[in-house]
Nanobody
Framework: QVQLVESGGGLVQTGGSLRLSCAAS????????MGWYRQAPGKQREMVGF???????RYGDLVKGRFTISGDVAKNTEYLQMNSLTPDDTGVYYC??????????WGQGTQVTVSS
């Protein structure tokens, strides 16, 4: 069974950077896009951004130019470069792959904690 595995989370000070990675294990999921989502403590999960199979990248409002998404959707690999982190960026970051036909696959999430 295909699973998405995130990595790269951790503890960082305000102003620091982290690079998250997402990759498939157990096979390849036939995705047409992959996205990053964040769930802060006590809040709903929100979109950070996504990348499509043809390379289009879009960001959610919370990014404000600080985050960069890259990857290869066909290979189920995705990255999130996060710069100028603040405590408001603290949360669990999830990778999502969608197949464009109504199905999706979530990763288990990776914790990012930004200290003040």
């Amino acid at each position: 069974q295909v699973q998405l595995v995130e990595s790269g989370g951790g503890l960082v000070q305000t102003g620091g950077s982290l690079r998250l990675s997402c990759a498939a294990s157990g096979g390849i999921y036939s995705a047409d896009s992959m996205g990053w989502y964040r769930q802060a403590p006590g809040k709903q999960r929100e979109m950070v951004g996504f990348i499509t199979q043809d390379g289009m990248i879009r960001y959610g409002d919370l990014v404000k130019g600080r985050f960069t998404i890259s990857g290869d959707v066909a290979k189920n690999t995705e990255y999130l470069q996060m710069n100028s982190l603040t405590p408001d960026d603290t949360g669990v970051y999830y990778c999502l792959a969608t197949d464009g036909r109504g199905s999706s696959l979530w990763g288990q999430g990776t914790q990012v904690t930004v200290s003040s």
